[in-house]
């Protein structure tokens, strides 16, 4: 379904420090952005990719400084929304869930369970300001497709679909956990930052998808190593320029402009009378629904 309307595409990638390696990528600019929900995890990048603009941001910092829990979610969201993007890539390591999937395998998911213990900030709305989106579906169609069929050209073993379990960490998994999420929520991939990721990308109204790339078997297994840190990184390391090439590819399909229902999800969010939402708050949330009040 799409809105009313349609706005100029700009894509945006949050995920780890490839882009920086990436061949065929001309950095532009790096910017320093403020926002009023604190400093993002890092510099924003702007880089050309073709003849597209693609923002870029580390979730963790560069070096990967930042637990899951300790990311600024809520910043990193408002700095993409105050370059304009539109069409937010998300780019993660994950546990694998399913027999069928094997590690350096990539799943782009289509729903979300949530096993955050609700210590991050989850929402723009609130002190004064009540609102409500909707997330029965989390990810965008219009960028899912886009990303499997890059994903393939490029030569990836792809699963379209599944479920992505968001767990707190930092710790991985008990096996109780585990057998738990694969027979209860029947998940085909468990990972920590798609929350309150997914959730602020649909408040500011972006189309969002996941590449999640599997990295081990989580310890459900049990003819297979327990997950570590050395297999995990070791899986990465052999994943990276595919997924690279992906992210490159993913921007040579995205269409020029879009009339995406999720770029208009708050247009009825908002509870709270006008008159009642004051100047600060006002200010606070202008970049993300100023459209609506002024």
């Known amino acids: 379904m799409s809105a009313a309307g349609s706005t100029p595409v700009r894509f945006g990638v949050i995920g780890g420090s490839g882009v920086y390696q990436m061949s065929d990528?001309?950095?532009?600019?790096?910017?320093?952005?403020?926002?009023?929900?604190?400093?993002?995890?890092?510099?924003?990048?702007?880089?050309?990719?073709?003849?597209?603009?693609?923002?870029?941001?580390?979730?963790?910092?560069?070096?990967?400084?930042?637990?899951?829990?300790?990311?600024?979610?809520?910043?990193?969201?408002?700095?993409?929304?105050?370059?304009?993007?539109?069409?937010?890539?998300?780019?993660?390591?994950?546990?694998?869930?399913?027999?069928?999937?094997?590690?350096?395998?990539?799943?782009?998911?289509?729903?979300?369970?949530?096993?955050?213990?609700?210590?991050?900030?989850?929402?723009?709305?609130?002190?004064?300001?009540?609102?409500?989106?909707?997330?029965?579906?989390?990810?965008?169609?219009?960028?899912?497709?886009?990303?499997?069929?890059?994903?393939?050209?490029?030569?990836?073993?792809?699963?379209?679909?599944?479920?992505?379990?968001?767990?707190?960490?930092?710790?991985?998994?008990?096996?109780?956990?585990?057998h738990f999420y694969r027979s209860a929520v029947d998940a085909s991939v468990i990972g920590m930052t798609a929350i309150p990721e997914a959730k602020l990308a649909r408040e500011a109204e972006m189309c969002y998808a996941l590449l999640a790339m599997g990295t081990d078997y989580d310890c459900w297994n049990e003819t297979?190593?327990?997950?570590?840190?050395?297999?995990?990184?070791?899986?990465?390391?052999?994943?990276?320029?595919?997924g690279n090439q992906v992210v490159l590819a993913v921007a040579g399909l995205l269409p020029e402009t879009s009339a995406c229902d999720c770029l208009s999800a708050a247009r009825f969010a908002t509870i709270t009378a006008p008159e009642a939402i004051s100047p600060q708050a006002k200010a606070r949330l202008r970049v993300l629904y100023g459209k609506y009040w002024d």
Do not use: W
């Not at 969201?77 to 780019?91: D, N, P, R, Y």
């Not at 679909?161 to 930092?170: H, I, K, L, R």
């Not at 570590?228 to 990276?240: F, I, K, M």
């Open 224 to 242: 297979a190593a327990d997950v570590s840190v050395e297999a995990v990184l070791a899986t990465l390391r052999a994943n990276a320029e595919m």
């Open 25 to 178: 990528v001309e950095v532009v600019a790096e910017h320093e952005i403020d926002t009023p929900f604190g400093a993002p995890s890092d510099l924003l990048v702007e880089a050309r990719v073709g003849n597209r603009t693609v923002f870029f941001l580390p979730r963790h910092g560069r070096g990967h400084r930042l637990l899951p829990a300790e990311v600024p979610y809520r910043a990193n969201i408002h700095a993409m929304k105050s370059a304009g993007v539109t069409h937010l890539l998300a780019v993660s390591a994950v546990g694998i869930m399913k027999e069928h999937i094997r590690p350096g395998e990539m799943v782009v998911p289509t729903q979300i369970f949530d096993r955050t213990k609700d210590i991050r900030a989850s929402t723009f709305f609130g002190d004064g300001v009540a609102g409500h989106v909707s997330l029965a579906d989390p990810f965008c169609e219009e960028l899912r497709q886009p990303l499997i069929a890059a994903a393939r050209a490029c030569g990836a073993t792809v699963h379209d679909g599944g479920t992505y379990v968001c767990m707190e960490g930092p710790q991985f998994s008990t096996r109780a956990e585990s």
